[in-house]
């Protein structure tokens, strides 16, 4: 005797038979930075700039963990977070080289990277250097990195410029 599923099924017909209803509005959510990627659309009408919201709020909680003196591997641990959750909500917009514009945990994962272990002027060298490396992708790596195929190219270009940040901050530390 077969018994009648309960409730409804999802349906078989999203890319690779994942169910019709992927991605779920918690992709968008935190893909977003948690909403902050849609200020641009919703202030200019452009996805233009949604990466600096994305590194904005690496920054403002660097700035309040710099405020609390937290420890290096509280920020580190931020960075592997935000990594993760960039690579996991980006699967879903990241067909082929795809990198839309308001998807923008991957500048915060890289930001945060940047920022390890620093404070003062080292710290606010590595936000501006992450982020001018991220824009203009002109620093060896960066460019290679966004050319990997999906949600690894989404991420990995923001992290190879947080890595270049991360270098420079360290940098001025040690020449100081």
Known sequence: MMLAARGPQPSIGGPRGRPAHYPRPVH???ASSFGLG??????????SGAGTFGA??????????????APWWVTLL?????TAASLWSAIPFAVGRADPGWVCMDETAGTFLALVGLRGWPWLVA?????LADIFKVLPGVRRA??????LGVTADDLVAGLYGLAAG???AILR
């Open 28 to 30: 968008r959510l935190v």
């Open 127 to 131: 936000l501006v250097v992450a982020r």
């Open 170 to 172: 360290w940098l001025l």
């Open 56 to 69: 904005g709020l690496a920054a403002v909680v660097g700035l309040v963990l710099w405020a609390n003196e």
């Open 38 to 47: 849609y200020l641009p659309r919703l202030l200019w009408k452009s996805d």
């Open 78 to 82: 931020l960075a592997l977070a935000a």
């Open 146 to 151: 966004e050319s990997l195929p999906g949600a």
